[in-house]
């Protein structure tokens, strides 16, 4: 290699690092990554092996230095959902920038009944209207001052929350917005059919006040409406946009790149059309609680589509899940929880020891404080257990077999093709929080799973010392059994 060659090669290395860099991909989440959701004491941090803070707790030079000195990464935290009741009551001009619906009336954040300010509410903000998205750009610069890792953008839908669900979204920048969106993206035919007689002066709202006047009515026949699947898209698309844009601003002000996430509610629709945009989701995933291990199902579905999606996801139970725990002082179901979404190569973050959120219509938000020696064990466990969780990807189950009361995930090691298999029991006492422990637990798999000349497979537990099972062959399958499965159990087969 000449001396000019070796310059070249040098600079194409470091041109690309620089784009794998720019696009976030070197900065995402690991499957073995602790994340907590808000900033904590640094003893809590090493009790539980912390490594990602993903909720913010980062706004000062201090903050992220403290951080930083703990190993931790950590992220500014802003959100794109009000300016909150107190600004948007002494502030004209944020005040003109809310949601507003049908009749022009400002939309009110409905779980934010009991947050008013000398009587004006919390509106939801418009991220279409420029003062609500100069507002959005200094909570950014607020919040990554100190040089965080990443931007966190909670209520990440800005005003295409109250257009999807609560009858806003149309005030007349959201409406001079839609006719561009229009004008690029649907044809003219189409628009001709709707009744849109020239598209440069069209006026949605006209056309929704022939079929509702009010919100109430709106609310009603808002689907059936014509153009209205356009409407959503493009309030999703600008909204997704937006966090793009702060994005962008987040790292100008960090003064380096940065991580990317929002509290993307997977699986719901109108939350994936920002996902294209973020390093890593961040999120609500509704585990039904009083259904105990019974309904997990969407909790499955969101870390699946997660994967499909290629995006690293942390998420947290709902508030309505977590208001059951405080209830019932459940321990073993959010552990079951946490093991599920580690199962399934996605992260649980920590139940917070000060501040997890619980919400129900009778106590509306109220906040649980989650036992520290509770949890811990089961993070400190994939923290030793590293490499058991991160050089293994999705695989398929398919072919294998176990009783209907265990819940098995397939993980591939990359570089070796050997499986793990996570082994979750279902078996919940829901009246005493306990898992059923099963003996002599049979896993049939299809042979072609296991590297051929595999003859053992080691078990490892959480609150178990490892142990090491024979595999039975026979005749194109294989079996493992399990001699105790309590509550979560990885096996990896070598
Ligand atoms: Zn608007």
Redesign the pocket.
Known sequence: MTKQTRFMAVVALALYAAAVRANGADMALKHSDVVFMYASPDDVYRAYGATFVGWGGASSGEDVKRHHDLGIRCTGSMWCLTAGAKLIHENAEIRNAC??DIEGKPVEVPWLFDHTHEGTKSYFG?T??PAFREHCRREVERCMKGGADGLHVDDHLG?ASPAWYFG???????IAAFREYLKENVPADELAKAGVADVNTFDYRDLIRKRAATREEYKKVQRQIPLMNHFLEFHAQAAAEHVKLLGEIAAKTAGHTVTLSANAGLPDKAHTYVIKYLTHIICEVGQNAHSGTVKIHHAIEAYELATKLGKPLAATASGWDWALVKEKKLETLPRFWIALAYAHGQRFMVPHPNNQWCFTDKLGTHWYQAPVEAFAPIYRFIRKNAECFDDFETASAEGVKVSEKVHVTVRKNERTGAPALHVLNLDYAAAEDRMLPAQNVAITLPEGLLPKDAKQAHILSYDAEPAAVELKRDAGSCAIILPELRLWSVIVVE
């Open positions: 949601a507003v418009c279409n209207n005003v806003g979204g149309l005030c007349d920048y959201c």
